[in-house]
């Protein structure tokens, strides 16, 4: 089968290599499509400490396919249910990861398969079903951010991540404004329920944007007594400074939000069937497999998500 690998940062190749075998509990879905997605742009530029652990480094989470003849979706993780983390009831310590979904076929392990994978709701498009990764993730984090109605909720980022976050957070009653962006992303605001402005003293302040400057920012917005969620990861050893003044003075609350559960999972997937958002207009491209080192090289301006098959 034909499926891409990163053998470095910068180097992805699509290339025929066995079809693998699943082990057992593990099951073997062919995939429709899978979607790109920032952590995938993220890893192919600098690397992943836990997502491409290895090279060649099977690549791609965010999928949609068939399997026995049913169209599946399954989150590119799931809890241990074994360590510390689960048996509190917070986010797992030693969450099981798959990887591969660039390919004709992907094995997931067995966890995944018993918790996170699920048969796609009649009616709902594979492109629009595969984008429940990252918006169970968005859940999390607007989870995370408690918001309450009324709240205005800044989000820093306008990718397809902020546009999510947008969503979700009008979903739960509060005023999305998001901050910065692109032109051409700015369009797309209205749609997910947002509108554009500066952020400043926001109840809420998400950050979406990934770089310590986005970190700096979220604090120095929120107002006094305001909660930030950071929910952008910076490199392993990146050690942000804090506004302490704020912080201690103005009793800011800064919460962190990675990754997503099976319940923001399952919500997910009920949240992308109700249709309430165009979701299909975050697909902003479509290529086959063998083009996507091409447009990781060198993606569009337009890009949001690309819609890749076999
Ligand atoms: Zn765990």
Redesign the pocket.
Known sequence: MKAARLYAPGDLRVEEVPRPEPGPGEVLVQVEVALTDGTDLKTYRRGHPLLARESPAPFGHEFCGILDGRRVVAANSA?????E??ARGEQ???LVFLAGAYADWIVVPERIAAVTLHPVPQGLAPQVAAMVEPLACCLRGVDRASVQAGDVVAILGAGPIGLMLAACVADAGGWPVVVGGREERRAFLDDFGAEPGDGQGADIVIEAAGSPEAWADAIALVRPGGTVVMFGGLPADARPGVDAYRLHYEELTVRGAFHHTPSTVRAALAFLASGAYPWERLVTHRILLADLPALFADPPRDLLKAAVTP
């Open positions: 809890p241990c249910d074994a360590c983390g689960c797992c310590r030693e």
